[in-house]
C-alpha cells in the first residue's frame, strides 16, 4: 500500500509540472496574440492528421488486443473511442483532402463531432468495471458500431448542412456552435483526464498513468483550439502540435502496459504450470514415502521398505528443490543459469555424476522456455545418471547460428534406437512433449555403449 501511495504521488507530482507547464505555455499565447495565429501549410495539415488517424488507430489495436487477452469493459471503449477518432480524420478529412475534393461542412462537421464522439467515449472508460466473455463477438461488433454512428452523424450534419456554419473564418469572428464544441471537447478531455487519474490512484495500473498523460495534453489542445480555432482544413495552430505529443505518449503507455501484462500473464502461466508439476511429482514421492512408512508399522521387513523408503524421501527432497529453483526462476527473482547451475550442483553432491554446464549468456529465453528447459535437463540427467549408468555428462545451452540450441550429452549405456521406437520410454515422451510445448525442435541419438546426445533446437 505504501509504494501505491509513494507512485501515485510521483504521478501526481508530474502531472501537476504537466499542467503548469502547458499552462504556462497557454498563458503565454493568450497575452500574446501575435503568437496565437493559424497558419495556411496545407501540407503540413495532411501529414499531422495522418499521424492522428495513425496514432488512433495503433492505440485502439493495441487496446484490441488486451482485451481479447482479458476481456476488460475498460479496453473495449479504449478500443471503440479510438478507432472512431482515427476513422472520423480518415473518411472526413483524409479521404476528401486526397480525392482532391472540395471541403464540405457536412464532412467537416461530422469529423469534428466523430472525435468528439470518440473521446466522449474513452473519458468513459474509467469509469465502467466487469469483464466481456463474449470477447470475439464484441471485437466484431464495434467496428459495426463504430462505422453506423459516424454514419448517423454524417445524415444528420447532411441533412443540417444549412445551418452549420462555415469553417472558414478570421480570429476574432469563430462561430458560436464551433466555440462550443470545441469547449465540449475540452470538457471531455477533462473528464478523461479525472478518470484514468483516479483510475491510477485505485488500481495503479500504469497504462492509466499514461492515459491520464495524453489526455491532459488532448485537453491543452482542445483549450487552445477554443482560441484559436482551425480556419479551414488546411490550417495549423499550436493546438495540432500538442494533439500529436498526446498520440505519441498514448501509443508508447498503451505499448508499454501490452508488454507489462504479457509478461505478468507468462509468469503467471508459469507459476501455475510448476504447481502442475510439483502436484503430478513432489505428492508421488510423498505418497511413496507415507506407505513405506505404513508398511514399516504394520511389520513389515526393515531391511527390504528402509532403502526404498530413503530412496523416496531423497527424491522427494531432490523434487522439492528443484520445485523452488524452477518457482524462483519462474518468478523473475533468480536469473535462469544460476537456478539450474545451484540445481546441477545439488544433483552431482554425491559423486556419482559429473556434469559440465555450459551456459551461453546473451542467449535469451523466454519464460515458459526457462521452466521446459529446466524440466529437460532435469529428466534427461536423471535418466543419464538412474537408467544409463553414466558417469560424465555435458549440458550446453547456447547459439548455433542463427538458432538456439539446447544439447545434452552422456556417456552411459545408450541404447538401440530402431528397437526401442526411438527412445518411447515415458521419460523421453515427456521431454519431446516439452520441447513442443515451446515450439522446439526435438531430436536423440544413441548407440549401444556410446552414450545418448539429445537436442533441442528452440523456436527463433
Known sequence: MRQEKDEFEG????????????????????????????????????MLITLYAVGGGLVALLSASRFNA??????LLLYAGFLMTSLSWVVFSIAPQVAGFEEDRAEIWTELTGVLAGWAVIALAPYVRGRIEARRRALIEVPGGVVLTLALLWAIAGAARGALPEVHIRHGQEPPLLTATLALLALVDLAAVIGFSNRFRTRNEDLDRWLALGATLMLFAAIHFVFTPPAATTFVSQGDFLRLLAYVVLVVGVWRAIRSSDLRRAVAEERARVAREIHDGLAQYLFA???????????????????????????????ARFAVLALSSAAGSAPFDAALRRYVDFLTTDGELDVELEIDSSMTLAPDEQIEIFRIVQESLANARKHAGARSARVTIAQRGTER????????????????????????????????????????ASAPGHGTALEVVLRA
Open 70 to 75: 482479458e476481456g476488460r469493459r475498460f479496453d
Open 405 to 444: 540450441v539446447v544439447s545434452i550429452r552422456d556417456d552411459g549405456t545408450g541404447f538401440d534406437l530402431r528397437r526401442n521406437g526411438n527412445g518411447a520410454g515415458q521419460g523421453l515422451k515427456n521431454m519431446r512433449a516439452r520441447a513442443t510445448t515451446i515450439g522446439g525442435a526435438f531430436s536423440l
Open 289 to 319: 514415502v507415507t506407505t513405506h512408512v505404513s508398511m514399516l508399522e504394520n511389520g513389515s521387513d526393515r531391511e527390504e521398505t528402509l532403502p526404498r523408503l530413503k530412496e523416496a524421501a531423497l527424491s522427494a527432497q531432490q523434487e
Open 11 to 46: 504521478f501526481l507530482r508530474d502531472e501537476i509540472v504537466l499542467i503548469l507547464l502547458l499552462g504556462a505555455g497557454l498563458a503565454l499565447f493568450l497575452t500574446k496574440p501575435g503568437l496565437r495565429g493559424t497558419y495556411d501549410l496545407p501540407q503540413l495539415r495532411l
